[in-house]
C-alpha cells in the first residue's frame, strides 16, 4: 500500500520546494557589504568637476547612498518618489551617478528635480564595483559610525522607505544619538 | 574529407572573432590562459548564467578589467576571487565553496545518483524475482498438462 504513496509523497516534496523556491527572487543577490564599514570614495560632483564628493563628508552621520544612472529606467521609475522621501528626511541622500555621461546626468537633474544634498559622478563604475553595485537603482543605508546597514535593489517607493529604512534608521539613530 | 577537416580548423580559429572580450591579450600566456579560467569563473551579476568572460553587460566589461589589471599588478588568483567576493559574495562565483548552506548544492549530484541507483537496483530484483516465478508458473501448467 505504501509504495503508490511514495509518488505523492515526491510530489509533495516538488511542491514544498517549488513553494519556496519560486518565492525567492534570483534576481536579488545578498549584499555581503550589510555590517561592513562602507567603501570609501572620494570623485568628482556630477556638475561641477572641480568639485569633489566623497563619504568622508558624512563622518559621524547617518546616509543614504542612491545609485543611478540616466540609462537605468528603474532610476526613472524611482524619482518622484526619491524627490518625496529625501525632501522629508532628515537623513541626507548622496547619489552616486554610475557609469553615466556627465551632460546627460546634468540635464536628467535639471529636468526631474534633484533629490540629493551631493552627487558623485563614477564614469567607469569603480566605485559601484567597490560597493558591489550590479544593477541600477541600488540604495544602501550609512549609519553614523560608516557602516552600511541596509542595502535595496529596484526602485524605491514611499512603502519602501516606510518598511524598510525608517525602522533602520531610528533604531540607528537610538543606538547612536 | 581533408576539406571539412580544414574547414572545421578554420571555424574553430573564426570563433575567437565573435568572443564578447574585445580586450588586448596578454603577452604571457601564462597570464592569459589564468585570465581565461578567471574570467570563466565569475559569474556575471547581470545575466546570471553566464561568466564574465562571455557576457557582452558593462559591467561584465568592468568586471574583466579588473580582473585584467589585478592580474598585471601580480595579484594572485586568490586575492581576485577575493577582491570579488567581498563587493558581490560567494554567488559571483560559479564554483562556490563547500560550507554549511552549500553542501546540499555540492552533494545533490551524488544523493541523487544514490537514491537512483538504489531505485533501479530494488526494481531489477523484483522483475528478476517475477521472471522466476513465472518460469515456475509455466513448469506448473506443463507439469498439469
Not at chain 1, 570614495?41 to 544612472?69: C, E, H, I, K, T
Not at chain 2, 577582491?83 to 544523493?111: C, E, I, K, N, S
Request: net charge negative; charged share 20%.
Amino acid at each position: 500500500m505504501w509504495r503508490y504513496l511514495l509518488p505523492l509523497a515526491g510530489l509533495a516534496i516538488l511542491v514544498v520546494f517549488f513553494f519556496f523556491g519560486l518565492q525567492r527572487e534570483p534576481g536579488t543577490i545578498p549584499s555581503p557589504l550589510i555590517g561592513k564599514p562602507a567603501p570609501s570614495f572620494s570623485l568628482p560632483s556630477v556638475d561641477n568637476p572641480a568639485q569633489s564628493v566623497s563619504n568622508a563628508d558624512y563622518r559621524g552621520r547617518m546616509y543614504v547612498l542612491n545609485v543611478w544612472g540616466t540609462w537605468c529606467i528603474g532610476c526613472r521609475e524611482e524619482h518622484a518618489a526619491l524627490l518625496a522621501i529625501a525632501h522629508t528626511s532628515a537623513v541626507p541622500f548622496v547619489g552616486l551617478n554610475w557609469k553615466d555621461e556627465r551632460p546627460l546626468a546634468i540635464q536628467w537633474l535639471k529636468e526631474l528635480g534633484n533629490p540629493y544634498t551631493a552627487c558623485a559622478f563614477d564614469a567607469d563604475g569603480r566605485v559601484g564595483i567597490d560597493w558591489g553595485v550590479y544593477g541600477a537603482p541600488e540604495t544602501f543605508l550609512v549609519d553614523a559610525n560608516g557602516v552600511v546597514i541596509h542595502k535595496h535593489i529596484a526602485p524605491l517607493t514611499e512603502e519602501i522607505w516606510q518598511r524598510d529604512f525608517l525602522p533602520r534608521i531610528r533604531a540607528a539613530s537610538k543606538a547612536a544619538p | 574529407m581533408k576539406r571539412l577537416l580544414a574547414l572545421l580548423t578554420l571555424l574553430l580559429l573564426v570563433a575567437r572573432a565573435f568572443g564578447v572580450d574585445t580586450g588586448e591579450e596578454f603577452a604571457d600566456p601564462a597570464l592569459q590562459a589564468r585570465y581565461e579560467r578567471l574570467t570563466h569563473d565569475l559569474r556575471c551579476l547581470v545575466c546570471q548564467n553566464e561568466s564574465i568572460a562571455d557576457s557582452n553587460a558593462g559591467l561584465a566589461a568592468d568586471l574583466r578589467r579588473e580582473v585584467r589589471e589585478m592580474l598585471s599588478a601580480g595579484k594572485s588568483d586568490q586575492e581576485i576571487l577575493a577582491f570579488m567576493t567581498d563587493r558581490y559574495g560567494d554567488f559571483v562565483l560559479f564554483r562556490p565553496p563547500f560550507v554549511a548552506r552549500t553542501w546540499l548544492l555540492w552533494l545533490a549530484p551524488a544523493l541523487l545518483l544514490a537514491a537512483g541507483a538504489w531505485i533501479a537496483v530494488r526494481i531489477i530484483r523484483q522483475k528478476a524475482q517475477l521472471a522466476r516465478t513465472d518460469t515456475d508458473d509455466s513448469d506448473l501448467d506443463s507439469g498439469s498438462a
